[in-house]
Nanobody, 122 residues
Framework: QVQLVESGGGLVQPGGSLRLSCAASGIVFNVYAMGWFRQVPGKQRELVASISSGFSTEYLNSVKGRFTISRDSSKKSVYLQMNNLKPEDSAVYYC????????????????WGQGTQVTVSS
């Protein structure tokens, strides 16, 4: 059974930091591309950051220079370090695993976590 379990969300003031974690089980972690998506009510889910099995990374323009995605094969985990957080970063953040970077978010061949809430507010 495949499971992706996110943790690390919470309430933080503008300018603060959070580190999200996603622990995977039931998949051959090393061969999967991993991504972090976020969604706010009434809007489509958007890809925030991705990392390939070869450790290549890509970022949404609005988070470049503030967010860093990383992965640890020994722990079968992917992380999202979020610095200088802004109110517009508030969302439910989801971890996604897919066979390729191009298939992240497509749904049919990938897996999703349950989501973790991030709220940036003073």
């Amino acid at each position: 059974q495949v499971q992706l379990v996110e943790s690390g969300g919470g309430l933080v003031q503008p300018g603060g930091s959070l580190r999200l974690s996603c622990a995977a089980s039931g998949i051959v972690f090393n061969v999967y591309a991993m991504g972090w998506f976020r969604q706010v009510p009434g809007k489509q889910r958007e890809l925030v950051a991705s990392i390939s099995s070869g450790f290549s990374t890509e970022y949404l323009n609005s988070v470049k220079g503030r967010f860093t995605i990383s992965r640890d094969s020994s722990k079968k985990s992917v992380y999202l370090q979020m610095n200088n957080l802004k109110p517009e970063d508030s969302a439910v953040y989801y971890c996604n695993a897919a066979p390729t970077l191009g298939s992240l978010g497509s749904g049919s061949a990938g897996y999703w976590g349950q989501g973790t809430q991030v709220t940036v507010s003073s």
